[in-house]
């Protein structure tokens, strides 16, 4: 493990301990409670639910666990705006559209950057060079996903708009068949599916996070579940981090999973697992302000409805 996750696992495991010792007691005999959480076929949570350490430990409690299955982030947070479910983890944008439809929402935690795990491409045989190609393109991409604020901050960074291009928003099944038909000129995609295309294929990258964007992920909370119930969001958090110390360790043993999950080979996985980060860090004050600036970023644009505080939706461990 290197130096530096080492750090962030260290940091995550103070955190996390730090609200463990802030919890509030749970009465015995309570009524069992149920956390309901989405998660898509890739990534952190996704492992959580293999090891079946969550489901031990709510045991002791007499408390439960019931997994949803979501296509991607922005799917996850309508079905908790709508009350279906209490826990999930997307990437950066998809909080920002929730928070702009309500305040149900609210941040756990985040992970440390991933800058490699998302990536703007065009076939390999395609005259198009840069991003400043892509003017009067058609580009697919999942609206409202990461890859939505990775786009639009490409765009910008070569002088262009969305006004510029031709969006297509699809999901990532639906978008592969058109991009290797050739229907598409660009896709902006996330991994697996992007190691996946890279490995069949072998398209151009014409931009990826890097420096344009961090391309965090977050865990998510239903408000009124985590207020209710601080001690599953800390025992849930805590499985968490043994799971993502766990994962960094056995990264062979994860890509096997995720392989099994995804339907992908194994080595397509094992390259997206290794752009993968770990560890759940707190929402200081420089990450809240990264969010802070997709949000101004996506109300310039008018892709959200008016200006909103990221800062708000910050959750904060009842007194």
Do not use: C
């Amino acid at each position: 493990m290197s130096t530096t996750r080492r750090s962030l696992l260290l940091q995550a495991g103070l955190s996390m301990a730090a609200l463990s010792l802030a919890g509030i007691g749970r009465a015995r005999g309570a009524a069992p409670r149920t956390i309901r959480i989405g998660y898509q076929r890739y990534g952190t949570l996704i492992i959580l639910k293999h090891t079946g350490t969550l489901e031990v430990e709510l045991a002791k409690t007499g408390d439960r666990v019931a997994w949803s299955e979501f296509p991607a982030g922005p799917q996850m947070l309508q079905a908790m705006g709508a009350g279906a479910i209490d826990f999930g983890i997307t990437g950066d944008a998809p909080p920002i559209f929730a928070q702009a439809a309500s305040n149900r929402i609210v941040y756990i935690a985040a992970e440390p950057k991933a800058p490699y795990g998302e990536a703007i491409i065009v076939p390999k045989t395609s005259t198009i060079k840069d991003v400043a190609g892509l003017r009067g393109k058609t580009v697919a991409l999942n609206r409202a996903s990461n890859v939505h604020w990775l786009l639009l901050a490409a765009l910008s960074k070569a002088g262009l708009t969305m006004a510029d291009i031709k969006p297509v928003f699809l999901t990532p099944g639906s978008a592969r068949p058109a991009f290797d038909s050739g229907r598409l000129d660009a896709w902006a995609i996330w991994d697996p599916y992007l190691s996946s295309v890279q490995t069949a294929s072998d398209p151009r990258v014409i931009a990826s996070a890097g420096d344009l964007v961090g391309n965090r992920q977050f865990f998510l909370a239903d408000r009124h579940f985590a207020d209710a119930n601080p001690d599953l969001i800390r025992l849930l958090m805590a499985q968490v981090n043994r799971s993502d110390a766990w994962s960094e360790a056995h990264k062979d043993q994860v890509s096997q999973y995720l392989a099994s999950d995804t339907g992908l080979p194994v080595p397509v996985v094992r390259k997206a697992v290794d752009r993968l980060t770990f560890g759940a860090l707190p929402l200081t004050p420089d990450v809240v302000a990264e969010q802070q600036a997709i949000a101004d970023a996506f109300l310039a644009q008018h892709l959200i409805p008016g200006r909103l505080t990221v800062q708000d939706a910050v959750w904060k461990l009842p007194a």
